[in-house]
Protein backbone atom coordinates (compact mmCIF):
# COMPACT_ATOMS: atom_id res chain seq x y z
CA UNK A 1 0.00 0.00 0.00
CA UNK A 2 1.42 3.13 -1.43
CA UNK A 3 1.29 6.10 1.40
CA UNK A 4 2.30 9.77 0.75
CA UNK A 5 2.94 11.93 3.67
CA UNK A 6 3.39 15.56 3.19
CA UNK A 7 4.58 18.64 5.47
CA UNK A 8 5.85 21.86 5.65
CA UNK A 9 3.07 23.63 4.88
CA UNK A 10 2.06 27.08 6.96
CA UNK A 11 1.61 30.88 6.87
CA UNK A 12 3.97 32.92 5.26
CA UNK A 13 4.22 36.61 4.03
CA UNK A 14 4.36 37.57 0.54
CA UNK A 15 7.51 37.09 -1.51
CA UNK A 16 9.16 34.48 1.15
CA UNK A 17 10.03 30.59 0.71
CA UNK A 18 8.75 27.54 2.01
CA UNK A 19 9.72 23.90 1.35
CA UNK A 20 7.04 21.30 0.91
CA UNK A 21 8.21 17.05 1.73
CA UNK A 22 6.38 14.24 0.91
CA UNK A 23 7.94 11.29 2.55
CA UNK A 24 6.80 7.97 0.01
CA UNK A 25 6.29 4.50 1.52
CA UNK A 26 5.00 1.02 0.75
CA UNK A 27 6.27 0.43 -2.65
CA UNK A 28 9.89 0.48 -4.40
CA UNK A 29 8.76 3.85 -6.57
CA UNK A 30 11.71 3.30 -9.41
CA UNK A 31 8.82 3.77 -12.27
CA UNK A 32 6.65 6.83 -10.18
CA UNK A 33 5.96 9.54 -11.41
CA UNK A 34 5.79 12.25 -7.91
CA UNK A 35 3.42 15.37 -8.82
CA UNK A 36 2.41 18.23 -6.88
CA UNK A 37 -0.68 19.80 -7.15
CA UNK A 38 -2.89 22.36 -5.56
CA UNK A 39 -6.58 23.41 -4.26
CA UNK A 40 -7.42 26.82 -3.58
CA UNK A 41 -11.06 27.17 -1.61
CA UNK A 42 -14.12 26.85 -4.55
CA UNK A 43 -11.51 26.17 -7.02
CA UNK A 44 -10.24 23.06 -8.90
CA UNK A 45 -7.13 21.14 -8.33
CA UNK A 46 -4.33 22.38 -10.31
CA UNK A 47 -1.27 21.22 -11.63
CA UNK A 48 2.07 22.42 -9.69
CA UNK A 49 5.35 20.24 -10.50
CA UNK A 50 5.92 16.92 -11.24
CA UNK A 51 9.57 14.95 -10.93
CA UNK A 52 10.20 11.21 -12.40
CA UNK A 53 11.70 9.12 -9.93
CA UNK A 54 13.70 7.36 -12.04
CA UNK A 55 15.26 9.91 -14.28
CA UNK A 56 14.80 12.77 -12.49
CA UNK A 57 12.64 14.47 -15.27
CA UNK A 58 11.12 17.41 -13.96
CA UNK A 59 7.59 19.48 -15.09
CA UNK A 60 6.59 22.37 -13.87
CA UNK A 61 3.09 24.30 -14.76
CA UNK A 62 3.64 27.92 -16.40
CA UNK A 63 2.82 30.05 -13.81
CA UNK A 64 5.15 28.46 -10.83
CA UNK A 65 8.30 27.92 -13.51
CA UNK A 66 11.45 30.00 -11.88
CA UNK A 67 9.18 30.17 -8.40
CA UNK A 68 9.35 26.83 -7.47
CA UNK A 69 11.50 23.75 -7.75
CA UNK A 70 10.73 20.16 -7.50
CA UNK A 71 13.32 17.63 -6.21
CA UNK A 72 13.71 14.14 -4.57
CA UNK A 73 16.17 12.21 -2.20
CA UNK A 74 16.13 8.93 -3.30
CA UNK A 75 17.59 7.82 0.00
CA UNK A 76 14.97 8.86 1.59
CA UNK A 77 12.31 8.63 -0.58
CA UNK A 78 11.72 12.05 0.08
CA UNK A 79 10.09 14.62 -2.62
CA UNK A 80 10.56 18.20 -2.29
CA UNK A 81 9.05 21.61 -3.31
CA UNK A 82 10.86 24.53 -2.99
CA UNK A 83 8.76 27.55 -2.92
CA UNK A 84 9.96 31.00 -3.63
CA UNK A 85 8.66 34.61 -3.61
CA UNK A 86 5.34 33.57 -2.58
CA UNK A 87 2.17 35.67 -3.38
CA UNK A 88 -1.29 36.08 -1.69
CA UNK A 89 -2.53 33.53 -4.90
CA UNK A 90 -0.70 30.43 -4.05
CA UNK A 91 -2.51 30.04 -0.84
CA UNK A 92 -3.83 26.64 -1.39
CA UNK A 93 -3.66 22.60 0.21
CA UNK A 94 -1.00 21.67 -1.58
CA UNK A 95 -1.13 17.87 -2.29
CA UNK A 96 1.57 14.95 -2.83
CA UNK A 97 0.14 12.50 -5.83
CA UNK A 98 1.82 9.47 -7.31
CA UNK A 99 1.29 6.80 -10.13
CA UNK A 100 3.40 3.96 -11.57
CA UNK A 101 2.68 4.89 -15.00
CA UNK A 102 4.77 7.96 -15.14
CA UNK A 103 3.87 11.40 -15.41
CA UNK A 104 0.77 13.20 -16.55
CA UNK A 105 -0.17 16.69 -15.78
CA UNK A 106 -3.82 15.59 -15.01
CA UNK A 107 -5.06 15.18 -11.31
CA UNK A 108 -7.45 12.04 -12.50
CA UNK A 109 -4.17 10.19 -13.70
CA UNK A 110 -2.87 9.76 -10.48
CA UNK A 111 -3.70 6.39 -8.09
CA UNK A 112 -1.85 7.93 -4.96
CA UNK A 113 -2.49 10.66 -2.59
CA UNK A 114 -1.22 12.23 0.41
CA UNK A 115 -3.99 14.24 3.04
CA UNK A 116 -2.71 17.27 1.86
CA UNK A 117 -0.56 20.57 3.63
CA UNK A 118 -1.77 24.34 3.89
CA UNK A 119 -0.18 26.59 2.53
CA UNK A 120 -1.53 30.29 3.68
CA UNK A 121 0.08 33.33 1.90
CA UNK A 122 -0.49 36.67 3.96
CA UNK A 123 -0.02 39.76 1.50
Known amino acids: QVQLVESGGGLVQAGGSLRLSCVAS????????MAWFRQAPGKEREFVAA????????YYADSMKGRFTISKDNAENTVYLQMNSLKPEDTAEYYC????????????????WGQGTLVTVSS
Open 51 to 58: ITWSGGAT
Open 97 to 112: AADPRGFSYGSTWYNY
Open 26 to 33: GRTFSSYA
